[in-house]
């Protein structure tokens, strides 16, 4: 799509400003109007399998004053509501996009103008990586990530009632959101002592080459049958090998290496350093360990692997030469936005057609 490969040029150009002196009002304002051009793009989409999926959930509800039976209803309660107050208040399904879009959209960013200095290369990272896939087509995963991530400030501060609160938040619009208690209960085991991080990667590379595709038709189909995990280990579009040398995952074990190695440094930059370092472990031992089962470890890593968005460009804070590693982001950056390119074709937005 044309649009979309217009916006990542413009990213990469507008990244610049990471780097040169520009009064910050007017890098706030073109991250807004970013902001605003990603969430549009986000809510006036169609044309995808997804997009049919969410119209059917549409349909099948009813509204406040006219209520249906939701129990056959595929969806979380925070999205069934949604979806049932857009009906009862005339917006239509495309006001729950809108508000998926902007709310999803506005939390990432929001995020990353918070947590790190070098904000537009985060977002440049964060179109290029999951903005598409994520935020544009399963919705409910993308607004359940953005909503997770400030789950992490509370992880540090050991606050479980806040954490806990924000995600609920999370899980009323995605299940798969309930992983990131992971964090919360291994964190003070990594506190001062992030080697413990790298034993648990390599733990989950010896699961990965251990938990076979039998193994795990076997636990999800007779153990721990969960319907929407289980519905897709006979669909062999989702229940495939990434292998433990798919490009996702070498990417992240390389950028986690190499932060890694300027934690000290880095870890006087940002509060949530060690958060986010776990974080982005998490999402390397999940990957690894069940990637026999791409559906499974693609879905449930996305939202540890969000800290990436920080801690990549935290990378501009060390010793390393920024023309060269800013350079090696963008040839990484233009590596993942390019297997989009088969999902365009499906695409297609409001605002084009006649």
């Known amino acids: 799509m044309l649009i979309l490969s217009f916006v990542f040029i413009l990213l990469i150009l507008v990244s610049i400003f990471d780097f040169i002196k520009i009064d910050v009002g007017y890098k706030i304002l073109i991250f807004i109007g970013y902001a605003i051009l990603l969430s549009c793009l986000a809510a006036f989409r169609y044309g995808d399998r997804d997009y049919g999926s969410y119209l059917d959930i549409y349909e099948q509800l009813g509204t406040f004053f006219s209520p249906r039976d939701t129990s056959d209803v595929h969806g979380e309660p925070g999205y069934i509501l949604l979806n049932i107050f857009c009906k009862s208040f005339g917006l239509g399904s495309i006001g729950v996009f809108i508000i998926m879009a902007f709310t999803s959209v506005g939390l990432s960013l929001n995020f990353f103008r918070k947590n790190t200095k070098y904000f537009f290369v985060a977002l440049l990272i964060y179109f290029s990586h999951v903005f598409i896939l994520r935020d544009m087509l399963q919705i409910r995963s993308g607004l359940a990530a953005s909503i997770s991530l400030y789950s992490l400030v509370y992880v540090q501060r050991r606050q479980i009632f806040k954490f806990g609160l924000i995600i609920c938040l999370a899980i009323s619009f995605h299940y798969a959101a309930a992983i990131m208690c992971l964090i919360y209960i291994i964190y003070p085991f990594t506190v001062g002592k992030p080697k413990r991080i790298l034993y648990l990667i390599c733990s989950?590379?010896?699961?990965?080459?251990?938990?076979?595709?039998?193994?795990?038709?076997?636990?999800?189909?007779?153990?721990?049958?969960?319907?929407?995990?289980?519905?897709?280990?006979?669909?062999?579009?989702?229940?495939?090998?990434?292998?433990?040398?798919?490009?996702?995952?070498?990417?992240?074990?390389?950028?986690?290496?190499?932060?890694?190695?300027?934690?000290?440094?880095?870890?006087?930059?940002?509060?949530?350093?060690?958060?986010?370092?776990?974080?982005?472990g998490l999402s390397i031992f999940w990957l690894a360990a069940f990637n026999q089962f791409a559906l499974f470890a693609g879905r449930l890593a996305t939202f540890f692997s969000n800290s990436e968005l920080i801690l990549i460009p935290s990378l501009f804070y060390t010793r390393l030469n920024k023309p060269a590693l800013w350079g090696v982001i963008i040839i990484y950056c233009i590596i993942m936005f390019i297997p989009k390119f088969e999902v365009f074709d499906e695409l297609n937005f409001y605002f084009l057609t006649p």
């Open 204 to 280: 989950g590379y010896i699961l990965g080459i251990l938990i076979s595709a039998t193994v795990l038709t076997f636990f999800f189909t007779e153990v721990w049958v969960v319907p929407g995990v289980s519905l897709y280990i006979n669909d062999s579009e989702y229940f495939k090998p990434l292998g433990l040398l798919n490009p996702v995952l070498v990417k992240s074990l390389v950028f986690f290496l190499l932060v890694y190695y300027f934690k000290d440094e880095l870890a006087t930059k940002n509060e949530l350093f060690e958060v986010f370092l776990l974080s982005a």
